[in-house]
């Protein structure tokens, strides 16, 4: 069974002219333990495919289509006392700036010990060991000295550390990790993405890895979803995306990644910028920048087809040659 | 009236972000008509007014302590009633009113000149100028405004003689209420300044054996003319304010040239006689004309913020 | 944090030193003391006597020591007005305005916190849209104007509340106060409401916009995708991160208080510091007026340094400590 499953999702933002989708027909979903990847530009919607899955849209978004499962549970109509003790419980997250996620006035303790008390039936002292060892699971050297610190005593990676603990001392199914190392130096990117890989190893815990870094996702994803203008263009296994990506997108993305070769070319990228939300073309949105436009690209919308591992949105269903 | 600005000026400026931002406002809108029409009147208050209130032989001191016009007992000469002297009270707040705004505004003025010359004076000179001028400004800061604007009246009265200090008053009030408030502007002006002092056109100019200053204060205004503006519309409500205070307290105007706030202190001495509407009128008055000028104060300061367009 | 206490404390110092300066300026340059000391036909040789007793022929900084010296003794000298020791009129005047002040900053407090909460937690309702505007009035009314309306409403029409004086105090040593009277308690309300009106909707409005700022941060986002509860974070999350800033400002406030006491007390009669510090404007009795500056400076200084220590006592960041931070 999976932990979550989105069905047709669209959320809607009302604008002064009219009302704009910020995703729409998003369907995927996740078994246990695995690490789906979501890449795309900003503002392709895979922050607002997380929030919506948490429940966190901000107002006045809302959710006008689709539906949202956790473990055959329906959850995106639920009250929001109902949401909020599935928050934390249920589903966790990470956000992308550590520095901001910790709230300043706070012992790194108090925040981890309440965390788990809101949730979980504990004494006071058995929060608290909890805590510690979270701390020390997430790699805090002396974790029984540093609980009673401040979040401003630590280092940007040791904070985003505190912030995986945080997220997973609750016990949730479910993570949703968004842009978890792009605020952190390039070497603790590096700890941190172990860290996590490590970490849905152990729970079982089944992540949303929400990143542009397509580094990121082909060391720690075991599927991944390509997003384009609010829409899923492509989900597949992570090796086979990189190295045959079905949607002209995906192929541009891999294609405009620099490699260091024997001949220094000129850096390859895809024409042209993504449509807007309130500016999307007719037909394909990736189609006026596709290398392989054809002319129903123009007209109709190409859907999502294929399996649950594989499936892209293209009327090109033949591979594109790499 | 002069022509103060032409057709296409006016246009201009109704078109600009700031005209849109001003017509979007019903608060701004309703602030400005009100300032107009206080503002008139304050302005023609001599032929707006039914008598010189100042004038003794315009009184007839039967007429005194007269209630509203149209109240039991009132007269329809004296609109708003008279007060013990006499006075019609409809002529004596216009007449305060000119006095409230030519404090407010002088004193505006000065506190603009004297901050604006400082804040140019420190931030191209820098050093132990600057510092002292800073320094001085902290000090100022943190005492409020009012008891500065005191200590400042209080020295005059002591260095003037007692004959004098009526007809001084008015002075008096211009320069302690200007003095205590030019430190907003200092800073403003001195940041403006401090960005402009590194730039390669004043040290191509010092090379050259000229000053910056001068093309210097040619790049500096049109950056500082917005918060300005705004500080000084905001700080003319509060010159007003204290103003009325210091009448009110009987160290501003006095009884022979009465502001608004002297009419007001003039009122209460009396209102537990019955007579309210001698301490009423005036403060409605005031009330209207500081929050007009806060609201408008707002809406400028919105608009002009940069991070909110 | 020693080395920040030491370093204020000077800075304090330099700021007394500066008051004093001006204190004794205003002594020197305005009026002659001497006339009122000696006859109108006085010789030049009973002038310079006297000039000299009073140590007028020294040097100028030999006598701003001495009145250095004495001032921080608290002499400041006899009234011009009436003759008295001006620190015992102080010492008489200072626990009306202490009194008055105090009620009138808890007052505000006590009010305008919970007020603030309210409008920024529910920020389009009713109520907080009322207040708003309310407090947009607030801050354009005179002080004098509402405390004339509360005497209107309350003493001429109601009848409820005395309109002046401080009702029956009692004298506990050296200081007199009114807490202990029901009449002394009547006669604060108005005058205390009056004066913590202003403050009272500085605090709502810095409440709010600081909670509301705070309510947008990403730790309150993070705390709320961890499921506490609304209570947990409005009350503790966010309530702490926005009264750190709002106690500050609070207290640097505090001074505004002790001025806008002075026009409390003339309104209401109250027999402070306030009140004769205006009648001393009003006279041009200097040696009250530079002993009243003085005092005020020191109190206002006191409290800066208060609140500044007290800042980083609330915020942990502020705190200089010696735990390492780790890597």
Request: glycine share 8%.
């Amino acid at each position: 069974m999976t932990v979550l499953t989105v069905e047709n999702l669209t959320v809607a933002f009302p604008g002064r002219n009219g009302v704009v989708n910020a995703i729409e027909d998003v369907s995927l979903s996740i078994s246990p333990g695995e690490i789906l990847g979501m890449v795309g530009e900003s503002g392709a919607g895979k922050s607002m495919t997380g929030a919506a899955i948490i429940g966190l849209i901000e107002p006045p978004g809302r959710i006008t289509k689709g539906k949202i499962s956790l473990e055959g549970n329906r959850i995106d109509n639920l009250s929001p006392e109902a949401m909020r003790r599935i928050r934390g419980r249920k589903i966790g997250a990470i956000f992308q700036d550590p520095l901001t996620s910790l709230n300043p006035v706070l012992t790194v303790g108090d925040q981890l010990i309440e965390t788990i008390q809101t949730h979980l039936k504990l004494t006071k002292p058995e929060a608290r060991a909890r805590a510690i060892d979270w701390l020390r699971r997430v790699g805090i050297p002396a974790p029984e000295a540093r609980i009673d610190t401040y979040p401003h005593q630590y280092s940007g990676g040791m904070r985003q550390r505190v912030v995986i603990a945080l997220a997973l001392c609750a016990e949730p199914q479910l993570v949703i990790a968004d842009e978890p190392t792009t605020a952190l130096d390039v070497s603790v990117q590096a700890q941190i993405i172990a860290l996590l890989r490590k970490l849905a190893r152990e729970t079982g815990v089944a992540v949303v890895l929400v990143t542009h870094d397509m580094g990121v996702i082909a060391e720690t994803a075991d599927r991944v979803a390509v997003m384009y203008a609010g829409r899923i263009v492509e989900v597949g296994a992570v090796a086979e995306v990189l190295t045959s990506p079905k949607h002209p997108y995906t192929a541009g993305l891999m294609a405009s990644i620099p490699r260091i070769g024997p001949r220094p070319d000129v850096l390859a990228q895809i024409e042209g910028a993504m449509p807007r939300p309130n500016a999307r073309p007719e037909g394909c949105a990736f189609g006026p920048r596709c290398p392989h436009r054809m002319e129903i690209c123009g007209q109709k919308r190409p859907e999502l087809s294929g399996t649950a591992t594989k499936s892209v949105a293209c009327h090109l269903t033949q591979g594109v040659p790499a | 009236m002069g022509e103060i600005m032409t057709t296409s000026t006016l246009s201009r400026m109704f078109d600009s972000d700031i005209g849109w931002s001003f017509r979007q406002s019903w608060t701004a809108r309703i602030s400005t008509l009100i300032l107009i029409a206080l503002f008139a009147a304050a302005l023609f208050a001599p032929f707006l007014a039914t008598q010189n209130p100042y004038d003794i032989s315009q009184l007839f001191l039967l007429d005194s302590e007269l209630p509203p016009a149209w109240t039991d007992g009132g007269d329809p000469r004296y609109l708003l009633g008279t007060d013990q002297q006499a006075r019609d009270l409809y002529s004596s707040i216009l007449y305060g009113l000119r006095l409230s705004l030519v404090v407010g505004f002088a004193s505006v003025a000065l506190a603009a000149g004297l901050g604006i010359s400082l804040g140019l004076l420190g931030g191209f000179m820098g050093g132990m100028v600057d510092g002292a001028i800073m320094r001085v400004a902290d000090v100022l800061l943190s005492f409020p405004a009012i008891l500065v604007a005191l200590l400042v009246n209080g020295v005059a009265r002591g260095i003037l003689p007692p004959e004098q200090h009526a007809d001084a008053a008015i002075w008096v009030m211009i320069l302690a209420i200007g003095l205590t408030n030019w430190v907003q502007y200092a800073r403003t002006v001195r940041g403006s300044t401090m960005v402009e002092r590194q730039k390669e056109y004043v040290q191509a100019a010092r090379i050259n054996g000229v000053s910056g200053m001068g093309i210097m204060i040619h790049h500096i205004l049109p950056n500082v003319l917005g918060p300005v503006l705004v500080i000084a519309t905001i700080n003319l409500g509060m010159a007003v304010l204290t103003e009325a205070t210091l009448s009110f307290l009987g160290v501003g105007m006095p009884a022979t040239q009465p502001s608004l706030g002297t009419l007001i202190r003039i009122g209460n001495e009396y209102l537990f006689s019955g007579v309210w509407w001698v301490v009423i009128f005036p403060s409605v008055v005031l009330v209207i004309l500081v929050l007009a000028v806060n609201l408008l104060g707002d809406w400028l300061r919105d608009a002009l913020n940069p991070k909110l367009r | 944090m020693f080395g920040f206490l030491i370093r204020r404390i000077i800075q304090s110092v330099f700021v007394m030193l500066a008051v004093a300066l001006i204190a004794f300026m205003m002594f020197r340059f305005m009026g002659d003391p001497v006339n009122s000391l000696v006859a109108e036909n006085a010789t030049t040789e009973e002038r310079d006597a006297v000039r000299e007793r009073l140590g007028l022929d020294q040097p100028m900084w030999v006598q701003y020591g001495r009145f250095v010296g004495r001032a921080a003794t608290g002499d400041f000298g006899l009234s011009w007005r009436n003759a008295r020791p001006v620190s015992t009129l102080l010492a008489e005047r200072f626990p009306a305005t202490a009194e008055l002040v105090l009620v009138a900053a808890g007052l505000s407090l006590l009010l305008g916190i919970p007020l603030g909460i309210l409008t920024a937690l529910r920020p389009n309702s009713i109520s907080a849209q009322s207040l708003q505007f309310l407090s947009l009035i607030g801050i354009s009314l005179p002080t004098f104007v509402t405390g004339i309306l509360l005497i209107l409403i309350f003493s001429v029409w109601l009848g409820w509340l005395p309109s002046f004086g401080r009702g029956t105090v009692i004298d506990i040593g050296w200081w007199s106060t009114g807490f202990l009277t029901l009449s002394g308690l009547k006669a604060l309300i108005l005058p205390s409401f009056m004066l913590c009106l202003f403050q009272l909707t500085l605090i709502m409005r810095l409440v709010r916009a600081e909670m509301m700022e705070v309510l947008r941060t990403d730790y309150i986002k993070f705390a709320k995708a961890r499921g506490l509860t609304n209570r947990s974070i409005n009350f503790r999350h966010a309530l702490k991160n926005t009264l750190i800033p709002v106690i500050t400002i609070f207290g640097l406030q505090l001074g505004g208080l002790i001025a806008f006491a002075i026009v409390t007390e003339t309104v209401f009669q109250w027999p402070g510091m306030g009140a004769l510090f205006i009648q001393a404007v009003s006279f041009g009795d200097v040696p009250v007026m530079a002993a009243y500056l003085v005092l005020v400076s020191l109190i206002f200084v006191i409290i800066n340094t208060t609140v500044d220590l007290l800042y980083a006592v609330l915020d942990p960041r502020l705190r200089v400590d010696t735990a390492k931070s780790a890597h």
